[in-house]
């Protein structure tokens, strides 16, 4: 019987058992997380280009900033896991993190009163609300998942130890790790073009 104040021992063995879980889990995504930060990046990158290009939805000046941190991340992820290259956090991450930060504050800009919005002397306000799902999903929600996603996948990748050995690699051989960038590449491609498609048909 436990002792009071003690947890009683099922309590104590399930709770290990979900941590072993979670870091099982961690552990197995770890030696593909950079390509899991290159599907978000692509995936906004395609994404925000459907919105203005496909639906004509004008992006405002926050949105520009947003972009401007993330298209770049869409090439130096898919260049930095075909070169191996064991320092791809260092310079990801304050992409990323800054571009969170900026959805941040555009998403409170839309959905709250907190901050005075800006004068915008020409284009769209950085108001504007283009999509509002389930209550409280929009644009900068939206970029805001793939930079944290970017943002935690690079912090999760140092923890594969085979990553200190990357640079020593180079790109002398394709392997399943290289295939998966380029099919990545070519399944947000694919997805925006057959998308354009059908929203223009």
């Known amino acids: 019987m436990a002792e009071p104040g003690e947890q009683p021992a099922e309590v104590t063995d399930d709770a290990d058992e979900a941590a072993s879980a979670i870091d099982r889990f961690f552990l197995g995504l770890a030696p593909w997380s950079r390509h899991v930060a290159l599907l978000a990046a692509w995936t ?3 994404g925000s280009l459907f919105f203005s290009e496909v639906l004509s939805w004008a992006p405002c000046t ?5 972009r401007i ?3 770049p991340l869409a090439i130096v ?3 930095g896991i075909l070169r191996r290259d064991a320092g791809l956090h260092l310079y990801v991450l304050p992409l990323s993190v800054l ?7 555009h998403y409170l800009l839309i959905k709250t009163d907190l901050f005075t919005p800006p004068s915008c002397s020409i284009g769209i306000p950085c108001t504007v609300g283009y999509l509002n799902w389930l209550g409280f999903v929009n644009i900068p929600f939206l970029a805001l998942t793939a930079f944290v996603i970017i943002s935690l996948m690079m912090v999760l990748s140092r923890a594969d130890a085979p990553a ?38």
């Open 44 to 46: 906004a990158m395609g």
């Open 62 to 66: 926050l949105c520009w900033y947003q």
């Open 69 to 71: 941190l993330m298209y």
């Open 77 to 79: 992820i898919a260049v």
């Open 99 to 105: 571009g969170g930060c900026v959805s941040v504050y």
């Open 164 to 201: 200190a050995d990357m640079a020593e690699a180079g790109i002398a051989r394709l392997g399943a790790p290289d295939l998966a960038v380029l099919g990545i590449i070519g399944l947000v491609v694919g997805a925006y073009v057959v998308g354009g498609i059908v929203a223009r048909g």
